[in-house]
């Protein structure tokens, strides 16, 4: 009965999974006006962001959010958009070009520095759903819900990998921004019936 609670998870990883396929740095090149290395750059500022993130977001969740994963999954998600659509915008940010001096040519310094950022707001989300998952049902069946919410990762990645590739070639890049940007509403959204989960489960339910 309890890992039933579990599926409050599934649909935000599926879409978590869904937007992480992404081809950024073929993204980059096509529509940011990008030459190869500086996209390269853009995808380990990126990653870069990720690391930062990967780090950080279980003490924060632990400190700060008191271990309310996720509040901080839907705080990170809302980042995530705004993250997103600087990026997509080309918004020009203030001494980025100062900043990445020597590294990256200077159209390409806000990419980068908007890359980071995208990391740094995307990595949560894959790091504490899985936890979020297994913290709303008691002890004993926390693995297999955390292994029912990674499995439903992986089929949002396979179907999401050939979906956007035909939506690519039959419209180019604006809906697959458009679908990038809506994602992490969504995420933010489904993360609602997990934080219901969550306070509704007896503290003595967890052993």
Request: glycine share 10%; charged share 15%.
């Amino acid at each position: 009965m309890y890992v039933a609670r579990a599926i409050h998870g599934w649909p935000v990883k599926f879409v978590a999974r869904c937007w992480s396929v992404h081809d950024w740095r073929l993204h980059g090149c096509d529509t940011q006006g990008l030459d190869a290395s500086d996209a390269s750059w853009a995808i380990m500022a990126m990653e870069a962001g990720g690391f930062v993130a990967g780090i950080s977001c279980g003490f924060i969740s632990d400190v700060l959010f008191r271990g309310d994963r996720a509040a901080v999954i839907a705080s990170s998600a809302v980042g995530l958009y705004w993250s997103l659509l600087a990026f997509v915008s080309r918004v020009q940010v203030p001494g980025a070009a100062l900043l990445l001096e020597g590294w990256v040519s200077p159209e390409a310094a806000s990419v980068v520095v908007s890359c980071f950022f995208v990391g740094l707001t995307a990595f949560p989300i894959h790091v504490l759903v899985g936890l979020a998952a297994r913290e709303i049902v008691p002890l004993h069946v926390a693995g297999t819900a955390g292994s029912l919410v990674k499995a439903m990762g992986q089929v949002g990645s396979f179907l999401a990998g050939y979906t956007m590739a035909k939506v690519v070639e039959a419209s180019g890049w604006p809906p697959v921004e458009t679908m990038s940007i809506l994602a992490p509403c969504a995420m933010a959204v489904l993360m609602i019936p997990v934080w219901r989960a969550r306070t509704s489960l007896p503290k003595d339910k967890r052993s």
